[in-house]
């Protein structure tokens, strides 16, 4: 069995676009979530969502390849070209049927909508354009990634709600651990626009609070009362280890364990016997113990249900042993399906600058999370041994142990 390691990372996000620019973010508590005006004049219940500003596309990009991109496909592929940067490769590195594509996305709903306005206008099929019915197909990150990185391995994505870009990086380690790859580029990404979150916005799911939308979003806080919806793209380069020795690479980290799992009831409830069995998978498989994680990056996305739900989890799972907890989305908002790997990513980033990220906007605990050790300012100190949850709808959850002590 090959051991995985971390080699490069990149990111798109509401945080900034590029490491540096997140890293003081993270450090400093700085939120990302704005108020969206065309959502006010919409009539949603909550406009709030995590925004990205100031991207600029990769230029080196064909018109016809332009065609067949959505927004956040462009960021994938510039969150991409950072982790190849960061790793020492370039494209001619990745162009054999050693190196792969995973990506975790659930939804391409922009697109969607406007083909089918483009149809309702023109009642004409051929004013929807060539490029339209690859934007709407929910794999666009990876066919698109593939044309242009020219890899000849894996080549797919995972669809499951909000644990998407969790289980891409855990079964692109799961693929490298079993010596089918040597490298995969995995990920995830989420779009950030009005007509992917109307229907969530009528769920009463969000947050509802926005006089102030840098507080609205509030991760195990006992006054929390929804979530903010948020997007981007992160991406991971995973290796070999003997791949990444042979080449002289820095090892940034080391996938140790994956756990997946369903909760098996509810659509839209999780419930807490499904992310304990896949935190213990994760841990399981690591071979390490329980008690020597000492950093849990949550998936808590600021919901009443949800967080209470964790809470109950990681305290099952670790009892007395009390690893700090943080939910970066009182900052990031909820990225959905690039959650899972943004997590991955902005752990990293923490480890890599000496640091470990605060859960901002924590008021005080409720009865599940007062169990918890939340961590409520920046700490000094990085993530030896991490830990990294999401779940999604239909009971869908993943964990990731990783490790940066070595």
């Given at each position: 069995m090959q051991r995985v390691a971390i080699t490069g990372i990149g990111a798109i996000s509401c945080l900034g676009n590029d490491l540096d620019t997140i890293a003081e973010s993270l450090y400093h508590g700085r939120s990302g979530i704005v108020c969206d005006q065309e959502r006010v004049e919409l009539g949603f219940r909550s406009p709030l969502t995590g925004m990205v500003g100031g991207f600029e596309p990769v230029n080196n990009i064909g018109r016809k390849q332009q065609k067949t991109m959505t927004p956040f496909t462009q960021w994938s592929y510039a969150a991409a070209l950072q982790a190849l940067d960061m790793a020492g490769l370039v494209k001619s590195d990745l162009q054999n049927e050693r190196t792969g594509l995973i990506f975790g996305c659930d939804s391409s709903c922009e697109a969607s909508f406007n083909q089918a306005?483009?149809?309702?206008?023109?009642?004409?099929?051929?004013?929807?354009?060539?490029?339209?019915?690859?934007?709407?197909?929910?794999?666009?990150?990876?066919?698109?990634?593939?044309?242009?990185?020219?890899?000849?391995?894996?080549?797919?994505?995972?669809?499951?709600?909000?644990?998407?870009?969790?289980?891409?990086?855990?079964?692109?380690?799961?693929?490298?651990?079993?010596?089918?790859?040597?490298?995969?580029?995995?990920?995830?990404?989420?779009?950030?626009?009005?007509?992917?979150?109307?229907?969530?916005?009528?769920?009463?799911?969000?947050?509802?609070?926005?006089?102030?939308?840098?507080?609205?979003?509030?991760?195990?806080?006992?006054?929390?009362?929804?979530?903010?919806?948020?997007?981007?793209?992160?991406?991971?380069?995973?290796?070999?280890?003997?791949?990444?020795?042979?080449?002289?690479?820095?090892?940034?980290?080391?996938?140790?364990?994956?756990?997946?799992?369903?909760?098996?009831?509810?659509?839209?409830?999780?419930?807490a016997d499904g992310m304990k069995r896949c935190m213990g998978m994760a841990i399981t498989e690591s071979g390490i113990p329980a008690n020597a994680i000492d950093y849990v990056c949550a998936h808590a996305t600021s919901t009443p249900v949800g967080d209470g739900v964790e809470a109950q989890a990681i305290d099952a799972v670790f009892g007395e042993h009390k690893p700090g907890i943080s939910s970066l989305k009182g900052m990031t908002g909820h990225e959905l399906w690039m959650a899972g790997a943004g997590q991955v990513v902005y752990t990293v980033i923490m480890s890599m600058k000496g640091f470990t990220a605060a859960n901002i906007n924590f008021t005080g605990p409720d009865r599940y999370s007062e169990r918890l050790s939340i961590i409520t300012s920046t700490l000094e100190t990085s993530p030896r041994l991490a830990l990294c949850n999401t779940a999604g709808f239909g009971g869908t959850n993943s964990s990731l142990v990783i490790r940066f002590d070595e």
């Open positions: 306005l483009l149809m309702v206008k023109h009642k004409d099929t051929g004013f929807i354009g060539s490029g339209m019915i690859f934007q709407a197909m929910t794999s666009n990150i990876t066919m698109n990634l593939n044309v242009l990185l020219k890899t000849r391995g894996a080549c797919w994505s995972i669809s499951s709600a909000c644990s998407s870009s969790g289980h891409a990086v855990g079964q692109a380690a799961e693929l490298i651990r079993l010596g089918k790859q040597d490298r995969v580029i995995c990920g995830g990404a989420q779009e950030i626009n009005w007509h992917s979150i109307c229907s969530f916005d009528s769920l009463d799911a969000l947050a509802s609070v926005y006089d102030d939308p840098a507080k609205a979003s509030r991760p195990f806080s006992r006054d929390r009362n929804g979530l903010v919806p948020s997007g981007g793209a992160a991406a991971i380069l995973l290796e070999s280890f003997e791949c990444a020795h042979e080449r002289g690479a820095k090892i940034l980290g080391e996938v140790l364990g994956y756990g997946f799992s369903s909760d098996g009831s509810n659509i839209s409830a999780p419930e």
